[in-house]
């Protein structure tokens, strides 16, 4: 069943599952709010991952598979970075985990 939280004045509506039901509602407080509910402390790493995810699904609208996300980190911190190991390192429970916190829906993806 879907519920509410307010942050700073502003309600957000999420699914039992905690993903955000509208996708344009989402910013920095929900997404600082949702990472610290899952227990991942947000780095420069963690918000570059994000961006990217929000921004694919935005233009594409698809998801971006996890070895394109860890593809992307690899270009900005390098080739060390650019692996599935690094991505289960900032994102333990995998791309749900990360999709959710990025606020873009699970459906349609197969993975």
Same mark, same amino acid.
């Given at each position: 069943?879907? %519920?509410? @939280?307010?942050?700073?004045?502003?309600?957000?509506? $999420?699914?039992?599952?905690? %993903?955000? @039901?509208?996708?344009?509602?989402?910013?920095?407080?929900?997404?600082?709010? /949702?990472? !610290? #509910?899952?227990?991942?402390?947000?780095?420069?790493?963690? /918000? !570059?991952?994000?961006?990217?995810?929000?921004? &694919? +699904?935005?233009? #594409?609208? &698809?998801?971006?598979?996890?070895?394109? *996300?860890?593809?992307? $980190?690899?270009?900005? +911190?390098?080739? !060390?970075?650019?692996? $599935?190991?690094?991505? +289960?390192? /900032?994102?333990?429970?995998? @791309?749900?985990?990360?999709?959710? *916190?990025?606020?873009?829906?699970?459906?349609?993806?197969?993975?």
């Amino acid at each position: 069943m879907a %519920y509410h @939280v307010r942050l700073k004045d502003k309600r957000y509506l $999420l699914t039992e599952k905690d %993903y955000l @039901v509208n996708v344009e509602a989402w910013d920095s407080e929900i997404r600082d709010w /949702l990472a !610290d #509910r899952v227990g991942v402390e947000l780095a420069q790493e963690h /918000l !570059d991952a994000i961006e990217f995810i929000r921004n &694919t +699904y935005t233009k #594409r609208k &698809t998801h971006p598979n996890p070895r394109v *996300i860890a593809a992307n $980190l690899a270009k900005k +911190y390098g080739p !060390d970075k650019g692996s $599935l190991r690094h991505f +289960y390192s /900032l994102f333990p429970k995998g @791309v749900q985990q990360a999709f959710a *916190i990025a606020g873009v829906p699970m459906q349609g993806f197969c993975f």
